[in-house]
């Protein structure tokens, strides 16, 4: 076994569900960042169909998970920033959209494969 798929069986292996969650929402699309701090594909639906969340004021995306989630696996290597400009030509860590790696995409089929 290479040290790459020794690596990805260990990384594999410590996801958490919230974790596994997002790798399946990227291999859909690219995730950005809701008002809120919801981490959700752009064409996510809103949970509340227009209504607003009690916390926040602004819609819920049906599916998202929290930004410790996505710095997680940006760490792992499974996830990467797009280094998309803003509507003002800035570049924003915080906010700019994550994409699924080809790392990530092998560790959703590890897991289908394991199950």
Do not use: C
Request: aromatic share 6%; net charge positive.
């Amino acid at each position: 076994m290479s040290s790459n798929e020794q690596s990805l069986e260990g990384s594999v292996e410590r996801l958490s569900e919230a974790q596994f969650i997002a790798l399946r929402l990227a291999s859909e699309g690219n995730l950005v960042r809701w008002k809120g701090g919801f981490w959700a594909l752009r064409t996510e639906p809103d949970k509340y169909r227009g209504g607003r969340s009690l916390k926040r004021g602004g819609p819920v995306p049906e599916r998202w998970v929290g930004t410790r989630t996505i710095d997680g696996l940006e760490r792992r290597g499974l996830l990467e920033r797009t280094y998309t400009k803003d509507a003002h030509g800035e570049l924003e860590e915080w906010r700019d959209p994550r994409r699924i790696t080809e790392t990530g995409r092998r560790a959703i089929t590890a897991l289908k494969d394991a199950s």
